[in-house]
């Protein structure tokens, strides 16, 4: 394999981010504060990801992907082949994903170099069609088989949404709980009109759960 940008290319800068193992980035999500739980793709994804994967994973065009990985913001391995050009690590894609939510001005892309892919994937996005009452059926359908009241450990399953932002949004009134001899909990009809009001609210700042939730309506 060929260094992580191919001779002749846009002069890249410096790795922004370490090439991480595994159980390093599982410290850094322990140890992070961070609104989303990564957990689940590290064990979706195998250790070596392509960039077709790489993209559909950070919701980004395959020009940013691309952008991202000539430039060493996120390592991999390019052999400058025409197809199957780059491997990348999935721990560290995760790493770029908790410095993007953490310290996005690290690996920020600078602004105008890819102005009308915005407007694309908003196009593409299936929150632009969908309407309160919509996504409210498809959470419903989707939640049918948990249990009617839910723990905050539950909640943050089912959302990917990690337990302290969870807890936050409980302790901040935004979501409604019920005080239980075993714990605070949440009846299932509160979240599912908490998240529909949430996602249609924030549809650029949900989990990696939520997304993958929502874009089954594109199913």
Not at 157 to 181: A, D, E, F, R
Request: aromatic residues 8%; glycine residues 6%.
């Amino acid at each position: 394999m060929g260094s992580a940008s191919r001779v002749g290319q846009i002069p890249r800068r410096k790795s922004l981010l370490l090439t991480t193992g595994a159980n390093e980035i599982q410290d850094r999500i322990r140890s992070t504060r961070m609104s989303t739980d990564y957990s689940a793709l590290l064990l979706e994804y195998p250790a070596v990801i392509s960039k077709d994967q790489l993209y559909r994973i950070c919701h980004i065009s395959k020009r940013k992907a691309t952008w991202l990985l000539e430039h060493g913001v996120i390592p991999c391995k390019d052999s400058g082949k025409k197809t199957r050009r780059f491997q990348i690590y999935t721990a560290d894609v995760v790493n770029y994903l908790i410095t993007l939510e953490n310290e996005p001005q690290k690996v920020a892309i600078p602004a105008g170099i890819f102005t009308n892919d915005k407007n694309r994937e908003k196009k593409k996005s299936p929150l632009t069609r969908l309407t309160h009452a919509e996504l409210k059926k498809h959470l419903c359908l989707r939640w049918n088989s948990e249990p009617d009241a839910l723990t905050i450990t539950q909640i943050s399953k089912i959302t990917g949404y990690n337990m302290q932002t969870v807890g936050q949004w409980i302790s901040k009134g935004k979501l409604q709980y019920v005080s239980c001899p075993d714990g605070r909990k949440v009846a299932k009809r509160w979240l599912i009109q908490f998240m529909t009001d949430y996602i249609l609210a924030s549809p650029y700042r949900l989990s990696y759960t939520m997304r993958r939730i929502v874009e089954d309506l594109d199913g």
